[in-house]
């Protein structure tokens, strides 16, 4: 069984300041993980994902995401808050290194303050 | 713009009906997935072809079904439709399972 829990459904930050999304993850075997992010009435984007090579992965848009295994979390950081950041954002597990049977976490909105 | 075409956009219907739901991936892209997002129950995995072949199933009902076609469209079918099957339902494209993924825009389902 897998599972992934986002802490907080709504984050605001200012422009220009420390962007972090938690995400804790369940898995029964070796996870792969993945940040997605969501624009207003659009489908998913795939900001980055972790398959066991390195424990800090580097996506697109200046996110970055590390995995700790011994705290089980997979949480998504980015230095500086752009207005384009504001998004839904969501962190996924899946059992193999593909998309297969992906598990969602319920997402983070987060509102980016001029 | 992702590349992957779905249509339609928007899509309003009674309970009981039956619609179809038309996804066309990247060009080059053998799989396709299918995805629901509803305020109930979040994102779901539903299915996944690969070639013209089911991979892999996840929280799809016996009410729906997909299949993906020679020319590597898919269609999603849903069947005595529901008020709670209402939803966006999202088709994503990829080269292969481990390949950067690429979603669509979605199609809005209404069931009134």
């Known amino acids: 069984a897998q599972s992934v829990t986002q802490l907080g459904s709504h984050v605001s930050v200012s422009e220009g300041a420390l962007v972090l999304l938690r995400c804790n993850y369940s898995s029964s075997v070796p996870p792969y993980l993945f940040w997605y992010v969501q624009y207003p009435n659009q489908g998913l984007q795939l900001l980055l994902k972790?398959?066991?090579?390195?424990?800090l992965v580097k996506g697109i848009n200046g996110f970055e995401a590390e995995f700790k295994k011994s705290e089980t979390s997979f949480h998504l950081t980015k230095p500086s808050a752009h207005m384009r950041d504001a998004a839904e954002y969501f962190c996924a597990v899946s059992p193999s290194g593909g998309y297969q049977k992906v598990t969602f976490g319920i997402g983070t909105k987060l509102q980016v303050i001029p | 713009d992702s590349g992957v075409t779905q249509t339609p956009k928007h899509l309003i219907t009674a309970t009981g009906q039956r619609v179809t739901l038309r996804c066309s991936p990247r060009?080059?892209?053998?799989?396709v997935y299918w995805y629901q997002q509803s305020l109930d129950q979040g994102l779901q995995f539903l299915i996944q072809?690969?070639?013209?072949?089911?991979?892999a199933k996840g929280n799809i009902l016996e009410r729906f079904s997909a299949q993906q076609f020679p020319d590597l469209h898919s269609e999603l079918n849903l069947s005595s439709l529901e008020l709670g099957d209402s939803a966006l339902y999202f088709c994503?494209?990829?080269?292969?399972?481990?390949?950067?993924?690429?979603f669509g825009p979605g199609t809005r389902l209404t069931v009134l």
């Open positions: 060009s080059g892209d053998l799989s």
């Open positions: 972790y398959t066991s090579a390195a424990t």
């Open positions: 072809y690969y070639n013209g072949e089911e991979r």
């Open positions: 994503a494209s990829s080269e292969d399972n481990t390949d950067t993924q690429y």
